[in-house]
């Protein structure tokens, strides 16, 4: 199977965040940056275009000013 998959990211508030930075890599060093978004203003995003076969890592980076 090799359909593109869409995927649902949500992850919990944190007290005084201005944005959220999203980044989704297929290593786990992020050195392979699938997609990278420094300004998301809620907690909760949906992407698409992931191979289903394909190991994805994702992280989310709180920008506090």
Do not use: E, H
């Not at 944005?19 to 995003?45: E, G, H």
């Not at 949906?46 to 394909?54: H, P, Q």
Request: charged share 15%; proline share 3%.
């Amino acid at each position: 199977m090799n359909n593109p998959t869409i995927i649902d990211f949500s992850w919990n508030k944190v007290l005084n965040a201005v944005r959220y930075q999203i980044q989704v890599a297929t290593d786990s060093l992020f050195t392979d940056i699938f997609y990278n978004d420094p300004y998301v203003f809620d907690t909760a995003i949906t992407l698409g275009g992931f191979n289903y076969a394909t190991k994805y890592f994702w992280k989310v980076i709180v920008i506090l000013c």
